[in-house]
Nanobody, 117 residues
């Protein structure tokens, strides 16, 4: 089992920045990432990073604005969000998957990010 706790959400004006953090405890993970669900929208992937090789994925709509990073020893992942837009308003969820798993099986409770005009 993996327990995930997100932090760092809040209210920010358009063009501002926020840094989200996620701490994992329990079983070792092979990858961690961030997903989000905006009002009236389904859950969508934002960014992910693998633990061993450090491969990184970004959704097209955040490339050049968001940066994902990790600390393997502490089992933490961060998402630095710059140039935030109102369309980024969503609940952001941290997720993790175990070695050999093909999907993200563990999810945090989410942290609210609200971007005002």
């Amino acid at each position: 089992q993996v327990h995930l706790v997100e932090s760092g959400g809040g209210l920010v004006q358009a063009g501002g920045s926020l840094r989200l953090s996620c701490a994992a405890s329990g079983a070792s993970v092979s990858a961690m990432g961030w997903f989000r669900q905006g009002p009236g929208k389904g859950r969508e992937s934002v960014a992910a990073i693998t633990w061993s090789g450090g491969s990184i994925y970004y959704a097209d709509f955040v490339k050049g604005r968001f940066t994902i990073s990790k600390d393997n020893a502490k089992n933490t992942v961060q998402l630095l969000m710059n140039n935030l837009e109102p369309e980024d308003t969503a609940v952001y969820y941290c997720a993790a998957k175990l070695p050999m798993a093909s999907r993200f099986d563990y999810w945090g409770q989410g942290t609210q990010v609200t971007v005002s005009v």
